[in-house]
């Protein structure tokens, strides 16, 4: 065997100061220099696709700032002339020629044996679409946020055609402009119950976790009787006791605050749980032994210790109140026309024979499997960002 003593030996042998400061790069001192919020932000900046979701969500949620504009027609305008009129697909190209962005005008027929209306487009008269134009056509006059009168729209149907994109409902309703207006409706009561059921997770969590014992015991037993009932009958059996003499606005907060109150048990556990494991630590005994009294110990240094795990359990749990909305509206328990949401939308597409003859009605599915995806996509990318051992 080979003596040890005659291995290399690549220790380095000059004295160790432990005193003496290693010189850092500019990268190195900018990491660990920068506040929990800033590496967070790294973090969540290396997850590709909770940041397209975030985006993706931004724009929708910009949107409903302008649902007028964007929506080609008014929401109640109804076009007699074309019930259950198919989607316009939006061309480029004529005969080989490039026209920009067009749409053919549709000729309409009666069947008499099926009783419907069957439209073809003709595909001699291309029509230009209009854009950042003043609406001279019917349904374009809106009130923008029911409050100041306006016709400047983002699209506006070609001189004497008509756009639908897709398609139109029994009624003639350009089913595009009604989602858009519909977004406005099912994106807020997310946000507005997701506030509502925040504010009484925190309060009620952190109380049963600051205090513990008793209270604790009190809120437990509380929250297990919530969560005890099948979600769906209890959501049917509150808005079914709604009365149907509140106006939409009632019904619409009416909406909102059942959602809320179902949905903070989850969140007030968690809180519940992360205030009995960070009562017990220093820096809580500490604001306490200098006469902090619990609302400053709770609101002022235990829940920022773990605000970024809160902020990402209600990303998680903004979707489920909106298919909530929806499921609720859908069986006719929820919203009423006239107030339209994505939810309202469905509940027209109940009848199956309906589907199968106007597939288009389904359509105001499309844009909440797409929001929920992307609520679930960036509320997993905030928690990876918010999780210190990552």
Same mark, same amino acid.
């Given at each position: 065997?080979? *003596?040890?003593?005659?291995?290399?030996?690549?220790?380095?042998?000059?004295?160790? *100061?432990?005193?003496?400061?290693?010189?850092?790069?500019?990268?190195?001192?900018?990491?660990?220099?920068?506040?929990?919020?800033?590496?967070?932000?790294?973090?969540?900046?290396?997850?590709?696709?909770?940041?397209?979701?975030?985006?993706?969500?931004?724009?929708?949620?910009?949107?409903?700032?302008?649902?007028?504009?964007?929506?080609?027609?008014?929401?109640?305008?109804?076009?007699? *002339?074309?019930?259950?009129?198919?989607?316009?697909?939006?061309?480029?190209?004529?005969?080989?020629?490039?026209?920009?962005?067009?749409?053919?005008?549709?000729?309409?027929?009666?069947?008499?044996?099926?009783?419907?209306?069957?439209?073809?487009?003709?595909?001699?008269?291309?029509?230009?679409?209009?854009?950042?134009?003043?609406?001279?056509?019917?349904?374009?006059?809106?009130?923008?946020?029911?409050?100041?009168?306006?016709?400047?729209?983002?699209?506006?149907?070609?001189?004497?055609?008509?756009?639908?994109?897709?398609?139109?409902?029994?009624?003639?309703?350009?089913?595009?402009?009604?989602?858009?207006?519909?977004?406005?409706?099912?994106?807020?009561?997310?946000?507005?119950?997701?506030?509502?059921?925040?504010?009484?997770?925190?309060?009620?969590?952190?109380?049963?976790?600051?205090?513990?014992?008793?209270?604790?015991?009190?809120?437990?037993?509380?929250?297990?009787?919530?969560?005890?009932?099948?979600?769906?009958?209890?959501?049917?059996?509150?808005?079914?006791?709604?009365?149907?003499?509140?106006?939409?606005?009632?019904?619409?907060?009416?909406?909102?605050?059942?959602?809320?109150?179902?949905?903070?048990?989850?969140?007030?556990?968690?809180?519940?749980?992360?205030?009995?494991?960070?009562?017990?630590?220093?820096?809580?005994?500490?604001?306490?032994?200098?006469?902090?009294?619990?609302?400053?110990?709770?609101?002022?240094?235990?829940?920022?210790?773990?605000?970024?795990?809160?902020?990402?359990?209600?990303?998680?749990?903004?979707?489920?109140?909106?298919?909530?909305?929806?499921?609720?509206?859908?069986?006719?328990?929820?919203?009423?026309?006239?107030?339209?949401?994505?939810?309202?939308?469905?509940?027209?597409?109940?009848?199956?024979?309906?589907?199968?003859?106007?597939?288009?009605?389904?359509?105001?599915?499309?844009?909440?499997?797409?929001?929920?995806?992307?609520?679930?996509?960036?509320?997993?990318?905030?928690?990876?960002?918010?999780?210190?051992?990552?």
């Amino acid at each position: 065997m080979t *003596d040890r003593a005659d291995l290399p030996h690549y220790v380095n042998r000059a004295p160790f *100061d432990p005193l003496a400061v290693t010189e850092l790069t500019p990268e190195q001192e900018r990491y660990y220099t920068a506040s929990q919020w800033k590496l967070m932000w790294w973090r969540f900046r290396r997850h590709r696709i909770a940041v397209v979701s975030g985006a993706f969500l931004l724009l929708m949620y910009l949107s409903i700032a302008g649902s007028e504009i964007i929506a080609p027609y008014e929401l109640h305008h109804r076009h007699t *002339d074309f019930l259950y009129a198919p989607p316009q697909r939006i061309h480029l190209f004529h005969d080989g020629a490039f026209v920009g962005p067009f749409v053919y005008p549709f000729n309409k027929t009666l069947d008499m044996a099926k009783m419907r209306w069957n439209y073809t487009p003709d595909t001699s008269r291309p029509q230009p679409l209009r854009f950042f134009c003043v609406g001279d056509h019917g349904g374009a006059t809106y009130r923008f946020w029911g409050l100041v009168e306006g016709r400047f729209h983002l699209i506006c149907p070609p001189d004497g055609g008509q756009v639908f994109l897709f398609g139109t409902d029994r009624l003639g309703r350009d089913m595009f402009s009604r989602i858009v207006y519909g977004a406005r409706i099912s994106l807020t009561i997310g946000l507005i119950g997701i506030a509502l059921s925040f504010f009484m997770g925190l309060v009620i969590g952190g109380i049963a976790g600051y205090y513990g014992g008793l209270v604790d015991s009190i809120v437990q037993r509380i929250i297990e009787i919530i969560r005890s009932f099948p979600e769906l009958p209890l959501w049917m059996a509150l808005s079914a006791a709604l009365p149907v003499t509140w106006s939409p606005m009632l019904v619409y907060l009416g909406i909102t605050v059942i959602l809320a109150l179902l949905d903070w048990p989850g969140l007030a556990r968690a809180v519940r749980s992360k205030f009995l494991a960070l009562r017990e630590e220093d820096f809580c005994t500490a604001a306490q032994l200098m006469g902090a009294g619990p609302g400053r110990v709770i609101f002022r240094h235990l829940m920022p210790s773990f605000m970024s795990h809160l902020i990402a359990s209600a990303t998680l749990s903004i979707p489920s109140m909106i298919l909530a909305e929806t499921a609720l509206s859908f069986l006719g328990l929820g919203l009423r026309p006239p107030i339209t949401s994505w939810g309202v939308l469905l509940n027209e597409a109940q009848n199956i024979n309906v589907v199968a003859i106007y597939p288009w009605l389904m359509l105001p599915v499309v844009p909440v499997i797409l929001v929920v995806l992307a609520f679930q996509f960036l509320g997993d990318g905030l928690r990876d960002a918010a999780d210190p051992y990552k």
